[in-house]
Nanobody, 125 residues
Framework: QVQLVESGGGSVQTGGSLRLSCTAS????????MGWFRQAPGKEREGVAA????????GYADSVKGRFTISRDNAKNTLYLQMNVLKPEDTAMYYC??????????????????WGQGTQVTVSS
């Protein structure tokens, strides 16, 4: 069982930056892929970014390309999401997710087996 804990959320103004972290109880030895999802009030959860744990290959939602960067530190069992040039539409609860096996490593919820509790990001106009 993989346990995930997010941190780093907060409130910023438009154009600001935040760095989210997700620490896993087990990581490289058991985790094939990790990702970030977000959910705004009244909306469905959507994929933001994903990364293959071993290779570091990444993928992003079109809405965040060029602004967000997903990365990982395997030695620390930690996943990061650097968010720059934040916009009000980025306001959401952000969730860390992981899976343990192929085939998927993308932006679909059903590709992931484990989820963190979420950390709130609020971007004001």
């Amino acid at each position: 069982q993989v346990q995930l804990v997010e941190s780093g959320g907060g409130s910023v103004q438009t154009g600001g930056s935040l760095r989210l972290s997700c620490t896993a109880s087990a990581y490289y030895s058991v985790t094939y892929c990790m990702g970030w999802f977000r959910q705004a009030p009244g909306k469905e959860r959507e994929g933001v970014a994903a990364i293959y744990t071993a290779s570091g290959t990444t993928g992003y939602a079109d809405s965040v390309k060029g602004r967000f960067t997903i990365s990982r530190d395997n030695a620390k069992n930690t996943l990061y999401l650097q968010m720059n040039v934040l916009k009000p539409e980025d306001t959401a609860m952000y969730y860390c997710a992981a899976n343990a096996a192929p085939p998927g490593c993308g932006l679909r919820m059903n590709e992931f087996d484990y989820w963190g509790q979420g950390t709130q990001v609020t971007v004001s106009s």
